[in-house]
């Protein structure tokens, strides 16, 4: 079954830790995308990459980190930085330059 | 990107045709008309794009004003799980960089028994 999956679909953070949000696609997709949606508010673009050993910051970076050692996984990872990370995390894919986005079913990371 | 500007919601009868309106004045020849909506806890699905002419699939049809400066997405028998919020978007495509998406707040849609 082809798609885009993410892991794990709620994820608990203690103060001062680093959690990694795991995102797999196996469509074969060049680029692949991490978006932040805060309650009743849009996206925000965080890290995206568009080939495989090469990634971009988006608007909201800092405190974030990423990785795209294979074509298919894009982790993110959301360090002791990031102050405020309680959020619904979606990584999208996309074929090529110009094609649709697709998205995974989102992580919600919570803060204890 | 062009803005684009939905209603806040709106209702309809189960199995009637949803029609959901979008605005986007502004827009670029070059930019196409993108639907998504999110189901609430979900990632946004995408549902149908185009840039000048109708396009229908198997989900919904688009149509688009001929000086495109408004689309309406038309779900032609609505079911109670197509309640959802749904974004209006425009997109230039093949831009180079991020090609990220803008989501505004989207419209709320409320499939009613």
């Known amino acids: 079954d082809g798609g885009i999956t993410q892991s794990p679909k709620y994820l608990f953070r203690k103060e001062g830790q680093n959690v990694t949000l795991s995102c797999e696609q196996n469509?074969?997709?060049?680029?692949m995308y991490w978006y932040r949606q805060d309650p009743g508010q849009g996206l925000r673009l965080i890290y995206y990459s568009q080939i495989v050993n090469d990634f971009q910051k988006g608007d909201i970076a800092e405190g974030y980190s990423v990785s795209r050692e294979k074509k298919e996984s894009f982790p993110l990872t959301v360090t002791s930085a990031q102050k405020n990370p309680t959020a619904f995390y979606l990584c999208?894919?996309?074929?090529?330059?110009?094609?649709?986005?697709?998205f995974g079913p989102g992580t919600r990371l919570l803060v204890l | 990107d062009a803005k684009t500007t939905q209603p806040t919601s709106m209702d309809c009868a189960e199995g009637r045709a949803a029609n959901l309106p979008c605005n986007h004045s502004?827009?670029?020849?070059?930019?196409?008309v993108y639907w998504y909506r999110q189901i609430h806890s979900q990632g946004p699905q995408y549902i149908i794009h185009?840039?000048?002419n109708n396009e229908t699939n198997e989900m919904a049809s688009l149509i688009i004003t001929e000086d495109r400066k408004s689309s309406t997405l038309i779900l032609p028998h609505a079911t109670l799980r197509d309640t959802a919020v749904y974004y209006c978007i425009v997109i230039r495509r093949n831009q180079g960089g991020s090609e990220k998406l803008v989501f505004g707040k989207g419209m709320k849609l409320t499939v009613n028994p």
């Open positions: 502004t827009i670029s020849g070059n930019e196409y």
């Open positions: 999208a894919s996309r074929l090529r330059q110009g094609e649709t986005q697709y």
């Open positions: 469509l074969n997709h060049d680029a």
């Open positions: 185009g840039l000048k």
